[in-house]
């Protein structure tokens, strides 16, 4: 399915900002380039350049005569379609500075494309003239398909299909593909849509490498060649995708041989595949196929070639590539139609691609390797072969932020070739953003998120993963060390695709730890949040509406993932391969002290508190995860918790919502701003500081224990940035609470103080205060049971609590705050008072949150009700 933004139904405009920016540079140095110039131009108005080469040539001699005394530099397209048939290539001669910047930019009001594709004109499409090409087309097509011989035209690299997909750390480039009124076509497929499915999966002979496995459908028996035929499909998993060829079809055995295999080495019976680059199949209007022997084209037109265009893309290069370049902007461009990324920089410092079209390409949109703040903004992305941007910046060693930025831009139909592990944005590194963002229509993730301290807030994310299961809207996992990371503000919804495991709205995979998820909007999503058995995760303040599941925090660490946790396992070699041990570390993430010898396996120091599932089943939270965590003061309802207009989706409180009365310090998300993003501020110009939060796990400490709190530090129009090294923690009595520089709260004595911790930033300080109270003794666990041996429907039995101190006297429920919960309540229900009302034949488990002197325990009991006698 083809989705069309507004933007792209009407036309490319240029964003009103971006035009007045450059209309007031025409006051500096100017330098023009047309498709009716001459590089022995003067670069004039009047007398432009033919090529962006000329123009920066140019604008080398010119820095070279003007010296110290420059000034900003822009080189203005003028409109047209610029076929690049290699890259163009900016390096450190070829950059600004800070006060005088360069720009290349359409000219305001005109189109510019840089593509890497010829036009293939619509009159040379002729009739197939091929007899035997005639037999093997369905019968139905045959008066439909037309032929276009690139040979004749001097077009003979196509490049070759190869194998690509999840698990070979690659991102090989396509071969050429074929646009049709600049909308990709597929290669002649079967079926045209969905799968079939594997049959029985055979042993390979040892002495053979390769895969096999029966089919289950004998349309592959219809062909007359399988020497280019190719298979597409999910192989082993719901969560990973990729192709391997066709070497034969065994017919009396119904069988499919290759020599290829799949990263994982199987294959699994039921798993879904298609056949395609078969010519017996092009039968549908949008297929191709090209015959790379003889270098003819074979088409099926979607519409009227002569009113239509065709572009087939050549160019195996990046349109532009940056090194080591400084203080570039690219404006208002549309970059397409190459067979890899569309703009590549590496390192360098303050480029800024803002306002441009990225489609049609084989590989990313861009591609980032260190440097320091680029920003890639209000940017259109979508038709990508294997995701959108990929960045990487800052420096783990010494967790230097590389602060770049992706802010404001749209993204969909990305990941059309790989469709797995190839995100909107992929972001790894140290200190960097993706803000404002609108992702959607994909069919596996939307953001991916490797190393320390990024932050993603404001994003609107729905409709991803549409083809997949087991996996996450916004995804990280598999290693400790990726810490200090928050994820907040973001309002993902209508997020639903196979079945399976399910499609989870922000994942923590596998043992994920460290990051702060706060104040998100989880709508309409299978699992609103999956948390993979990992450790010192602050889950607040999120809303999750009409969820088929809320929360779940496993413990997998300790059963079927327990090898990876263990001393040569998958987490410790993650964990080794970064210097934790550190100064820089350790102020950071104090836990990775200790973990390797406080059961690593386990899910400690988990807090989940202040959020409210509306409409949404319980969470679903591991016994050890509430042992050595905090699960507290989140709020099940099925009652509007105070929205200003749920019926259309608008979930802004009103200020006498009841959530601030049901969960005490809960704080309104702004999602106006969430959905408003694109108005939000230009980053480069929102650097002022505005307020800082300070989190606290939980408000009481036992004596001799410890607490790490949390800080959030927001710019003016509400941005999150990072104020470490700058803050400055302060206890009002240290007698009684301890705190030390990297925000770690130790419980001295009795009594209640309170932390403070201010941020600095330039001349602006902010300041915000907790009140931690510490105590002796308090509540340690509770006990739940059914006083019955046997209910039967229609029965009502009592449940019998017990809870214990910490010093192992027993609580005075007189003094506690007790909420049950059964999490069937078709078949049970429980009241205030812990009588159970049986309804229905079957299992539910009975709840238990008690509340004694500040301090959350949970208790749950399972509760087997039978048929009447």
Not at 121 to 126: D, K, L, T
Not at 689 to 706: C, D, K, M, R, Y
Request: with cysteine; charged share 20%.
């Amino acid at each position: 399915m083809i989705i069309m933004s507004a933007d792209k139904r009407e036309g490319y405009r240029m964003k009103g900002s971006v035009e007045k920016e450059m209309i007031s540079l025409t006051q500096k140095q100017e330098f023009y380039v047309s498709l009716h110039g001459s590089d022995s131009n003067k670069g004039t108005k009047d007398s432009p350049f033919a090529t962006l080469e000329a123009a920066r040539d140019a604008i080398r001699v010119w820095k070279q005569r003007a010296g110290s005394d420059r000034k900003s530099i822009v080189v203005y397209l003028r409109e047209g379609e610029y076929r690049r048939t290699d890259t163009f290539e900016l390096t450190e001669l070829d950059g600004g500075t800070e006060d005088a910047s360069i720009m290349y930019c359409a000219y305001p009001g005109e189109e510019v494309r840089i593509t890497g594709a010829v036009q293939l004109e619509s009159s040379q499409f002729g009739k197939i003239t091929d007899s035997f090409i005639i037999n093997r087309l369905p019968e139905a097509a045959r008066e439909h398909v037309v032929q276009f011989d690139l040979a004749a035209v001097g077009i003979d690299d196509y490049g070759i299909i190869e194998q690509y997909g999840f698990g070979w750390h690659f991102h090989r480039n396509p071969p050429v593909e074929l646009f049709f009124n600049l909308e990709p076509l597929q290669l002649a497929r079967w079926p045209n849509d969905n799968y079939v499915h594997i049959g029985e999966v055979e042993d390979q002979p040892s002495d053979q490498a390769g895969t096999r496995f029966k089919y289950l459908d004998a349309r592959p028996e219809t062909w007359d060649n399988y020497e280019e035929v190719w298979m597409y499909g999910y192989w082993r998993w719901d969560w990973a995708d990729g192709n391997m060829k066709l070497d034969a079809v065994i017919r009396e055995e119904r069988r499919i041989d290759t020599s290829q295999v799949t990263p994982f080495n199987e294959v699994k019976s039921g798993q879904r595949y298609y056949y395609y680059n078969v010519l017996e199949e092009l039968d549908t209007p949008g297929e191709w196929y090209l015959d790379r022997k003889t270098g003819m084209l074979y088409v099926y037109p979607p519409a009227p070639l002569s009113t239509s265009t065709v572009h087939l893309s050549l160019l195996n290069k990046p349109l532009i590539t940056m090194q080591q370049v400084a203080h570039i902007e690219i404006m208002g461009i549309i970059f397409e139609a190459t067979r890899d990324h569309a703009v590549c920089i590496q390192e360098g410092s303050r480029i800024r691609m803002q306002s441009n079209i990225f489609r049609n390409l084989g590989n990313l949109a861009v591609h980032i390797q260190g440097g320091q703040g680029h920003s890639v903004m209000d940017c259109q992305i979508y038709n990508t072969g294997y995701g959108g941007i990929k960045l990487d910046g800052g420096n783990r060693d010494t967790l230097v932020p590389g602060e770049h930025n992706v802010i404001r831009n749209e993204f969909y139909n990305f990941s059309r070739i790989q469709a797995t592990y190839t995100p909107a944005v992929e972001l790894a590194g140290v200190g960097n953003r993706i803000s404002g963002n609108t992702m959607h229509h994909a069919p596996h993730m939307a953001i991916l998120i490797h190393g320390n301290n990024h932050v993603i807030e404001f994003n609107e994310i729905y409709a991803v993963l549409q083809q997949t299961s087991d996996a996450g809207a916004i995804y990280m996992g598999a290693d400790w060390s990726e810490q200090g990371n928050i994820i907040r503000y973001n309002y993902l919804h209508d997020l639903t695709g196979i079945e399976g495991i399910g499609q989870m709205g922000i994942y923590l995979d596998d043992m994920a730890s460290g990051t702060l998820v706060y104040g998100n909007i989880l709508d309409r999503i299978n699992v609103g949040m999956l948390v993979g058995g990992g450790r010192n995760n602050l889950i607040a303040n999120n809303l999750i509406l009409s969820c088929d599941k809320s929360i779940l925090l496993d413990e997998r660490g300790l059963n079927w993932a327990i090898d990876t946790c263990l001393p040569g396992g998958r987490m410790l070699s993650n964990l080794e391969k970064v210097p934790y041990l550190n100064e820089q570390w350790t102020k950071r993430y104090p836990d990775l002290l200790t973990i390797q010898n406080d059961e690593p396996g386990t899910p400690k120091y988990n807090t989940v508190q202040m959020n409210v599932l509306n409409s949404t089943p319980p969470m679903d939270i591991a016994d050890t995860a509430l042992e050595y965590g905090i699960v507290a003061y989140n709020w099940k309802t099925d009652e509007d918790p105070g929205f200003v207009d749920l019926s259309r989706g608008n979930y802004m409180l009103r200020s006498d919502a009841p959530v601030f009365n049901r969960v005490p310090g809960f704080r309104t998300i702004p999602f106006a701003e969430i959905t408003s993003s694109k108005q939000r501020s230009d980053v480069a110009s929102d650097l002022g500081l505005h307020q800082i939060t300070l989190l606290a796990p939980s408000n009481v400490l036992l004596i001799g224990t410890e607490m790490k709190l949390w800080t959030m530090a927001d710019t003016i129009s509400g941005m999150c940035i990072d104020l470490h090294g700058s803050l400055t923690f302060y206890s009002s009595d240290p007698d009684v609470v301890k705190v030390d520089e990297r925000g770690v709260v130790t419980g001295v004595a009795d009594g209640s103080a309170f932390v403070t911790v201010t941020g600095q930033k330039e001349d602006v300080s902010r300041s915000d205060t907790v009140r931690i109270t510490v105590v002796r003794v308090c509540l340690k666990e509770v006990e739940l049971e059914v006083n019955a041996s046997h209910v039967v429907v229609g029965q009502s039995a009592c449940v019998t609590k017990r809870g214990f101190l910490t010093n192992d006297e027993q609580v005075d429920w007189m003094d506690a705050q007790i909420t049950y919960m059964s999490t069937d309540r078709h078949i049970a229900e429980i009241d205030e008072r812990g009588i159970v009302r049986t309804h229905g034949i079957g299992e539910t488990i009975l709840h238990a949150e008690v509340e004694f002197e500040g301090v959350v325990r949970h208790a749950k009991t399972p509760l087997i009700v039978h048929p009447p006698c």
